[in-house]
């Protein structure tokens, strides 16, 4: 692989990065916001325990998903006998599989705003991807270091 193609190959990588945290922010976002119209919110203290059953299940189902993205992630290692491409590859699903799993951090204040409707819980989703897209960006000197580990 020459250093035209590799730097192509990396300059696809870090697109994919910074496209992939709108489009899970906006994914959350829409489920989140879905799930919080069905939701039952209230003054009253009997609509919101009616929520309680939903929210302990997805309080199980994402740490589990998470858990099982993790280990799924940490089997996606660099092999030097493979061609580069392969590793480039392997590389861009370990970086998706990463930001899905970062992004998230931010579901608790979707969920917070689906109950309480703060604008700041949206501004402050926005900037935890924004900073975790702007600290994760992938490099070619990120790729190497990955690549020799």
Not at 9 to 38: E, N, T
Not at 57 to 63: I, R
Not at 102 to 122: E, G, I, K, N, R
Request: proline share 5%; charged share 15%.
């Amino acid at each position: 692989m020459d250093n035209l193609a590799f730097q192509q190959a990396i300059r696809r990588i870090r697109w994919v990065h910074w496209l992939h945290y709108p489009l899970q922010g906006l994914l959350m976002g829409g489920v989140v916001l879905l799930a919080g119209q069905r939701a039952a919110v209230g003054p009253t203290l009997e609509p919101r325990l009616a929520t309680w059953p939903v929210l302990l299940l997805l309080g199980g189902v994402v740490p589990l998903l998470g858990v099982l993205a993790y280990l799924v992630f940490r089997r996606l290692r660099a092999n030097i006998r493979r061609p580069a491409q392969e590793n480039l590859r392997i590389y861009l699903g370990r970086i998706f599989l990463r930001n899905s799993l970062l992004s998230l951090a931010a579901l608790p204040l979707l969920a917070s705003y689906a109950v309480t409707h703060q604008v700041f819980d949206l501004v402050a989703c926005a900037g935890v991807l924004a900073a975790l897209a702007w600290q994760l960006a992938p490099s070619a000197k990120s790729y190497q270091q990955w690549l020799l580990r």
